[in-house]
């Protein structure tokens, strides 16, 4: 490096560092600036606005929070009523959102706890009131029973029947299916494509299998477990 090449970096770093100063000196002012528009609000909000509502505070901060015209905020509604920014949230009162229910057609208000929940669309799931809402969760709880209850019997059915039954149902070939799905159609033990069999490893669940509950093997695997009592791989014994 000549030296021409060094005082050219020289007097770029001289720059940079001109420049950083300016950099820091405006943006300590801006902060200075903020600080007194920030003291400002918070002087405004105690000094008039609590003054005007005096201990009722909570109201003040309902009126402020979601029925004002404008959008205050929350910060400017803490300093209003005394509390920090985050306490806002839990302080005012909970306001509600008016909509008409699809069933009885009554009007019915939603609770909400943040402002971000006025939109429409964050209640456009809650379409009933509360009497109708109740009555659908009971119809479909009953529902779910019968459901379970009829389930439980199908399972002890399937579970209780001969095994050759069992073998001809629509769920057994409805699992088997799945099975031979998951082994790609093919053996688990040699890879084998043809003639694929499944096995039931354990019979504990006869009706409710779980994937694994079941081996995917071809006729000669399957026949080798039966004659000799094992597979090729120990898979942790079938019955």
């Not at 009523?81 to 009162?93: A, C, D, P, R």
């Not at 529902?143 to 579970?159: C, F, G, P, S, Y």
């Not at 040699?190 to 006869?206: A, D, K, L, M, S």
């Amino acid at each position: 490096m000549n030296g021409d090449e060094e005082n050219k970096i020289d007097a770029a770093i001289e720059r940079i560092a001109v420049l950083e100063k300016a950099y820091d000196e405006l943006e300590a002012q801006t902060k200075a600036q903020l600080l007194v528009l920030k003291e400002q609000i918070r002087s405004i909000a105690k000094a008039e606005l609590r003054a005007l509502y005096g201990d009722e505070q909570k109201y003040l901060g309902s009126v402020l929070y979601w029925h004002h015209k404008k959008w205050v905020a929350v910060r400017t509604v803490g300093d209003g009523i005394g509390l920090s920014e985050h306490s806002v949230y839990t302080w005012v009162y909970a306001a509600e959102y008016k909509k008409k229910c699809v069933t009885c057609g009554a009007e019915f208000g939603e609770p909400m706890s943040s402002r971000g929940q006025m939109g429409a669309s964050w209640h456009s799931w809650r379409t009933q009131c509360p009497s109708c809402k109740q009555k659908a969760d009971e119809v479909s709880q009953r529902k779910l029973t019968a459901w379970q209850e009829e389930r439980a019997r199908n399972i002890e059915a399937l579970r209780t029947m001969p095994y050759s039954e069992y073998l001809q149902t629509d769920h057994w070939r409805e699992v088997r299916r799945r099975a031979q799905k998951r082994a790609g159609f093919r053996c688990e033990i040699c890879n084998n494509p043809e003639g694929i069999q499944v096995h039931h490893r354990t019979y504990e669940r006869r009706g409710e299998e779980r994937n694994d509950d079941l081996i995917v093997l071809c006729e000669n695997c399957h026949r080798t477990f039966h004659e000799n009592g094992k597979l090729v791989r120990d898979y942790g014994g079938a019955s």
